[in-house]
């Protein structure tokens, strides 16, 4: 779920990777143990400024090169038991299996890699989480949350909380792992 995917051919282990702009997720490399090659800087942010200046497509704004950030990645070995993971990827876009429990880990790590907390005037802050590519199973993924006694809506893209709702997921998902404590009120 979030930011990661799995990758490698058809007639080899694949190997799972997840990218971002945080840095601090080394600790996840950390929990993999051996597994993990280690964090790296995928792309620095000068890099990625310089190809949305030379690209001629229209959804890069360029205006200013601030914008952008380095780019982190986590590649773990090729292991036999990542074949399990192929199976959200059939169609080639990743979905979430039907049989998914969510957990409070799964739940949190969505959220640090999906998730933001939507902090609007005069309101307490609500979690939100993007779920694009569920954006056509909305009653699957309310399940995935009721079933742990949480009730978000879902709208379009995303998964809403209320504030009481939100105060609810963080407490059942935990403290944040590091470098994600801004995603926590």
């Known amino acids: 779920m979030g930011d990661g995917d799995v990758h490698g ?15 601090e997720f080394r600790y996840l490399g950390d929990c993999l143990g ?8 995928d792309r620095t942010a ?13 959804k890069f704004d360029v205006a200013n090169s601030e914008e952008y950030n380095d ?9 036999p038991q990542i074949h399990d ?20 880990t799964i739940a949190k790590m969505w959220y640090v890699c999906d998730g933001w907390l939507a902090e609007e005037k005069n309101h307490r802050p609500r979690a939100m989480i993007k779920a694009t590519n569920e954006a056509d199973r909305p009653r699957y993924l309310k399940r995935l949350f009721t079933k742990q006694g949480l009730d978000p809506h879902f709208t379009r893209t995303e998964l809403q909380f209320t504030t009481d709702e ?9 403290s944040p ?5 801004y995603k926590w009120p």
């Open 34 to 41: 051996v597994l993990s090659t280690g964090v790296f800087l």
């Open 9 to 23: 051919r058809s007639d080899r282990n694949p190997h799972f990777r997840v990218r971002m702009t945080n840095r």
């Open 85 to 104: 993971l192929k199976r959200w990827y059939g169609t080639g876009e990743k979905r979430f299996p039907s049989d998914l429990t969510l957990t409070p």
């Open 71 to 79: 780019f982190y990645g986590l590649r773990t070995r090729s292991h």
């Open 177 to 181: 792992p590091p470098g994600f404590a």
């Open 166 to 174: 939100t105060k609810r997921f963080l407490e059942w998902v935990g």
């Open 46 to 58: 000068e890099y990625q400024y310089e190809q949305a200046k030379n690209s001629s497509h229209d």
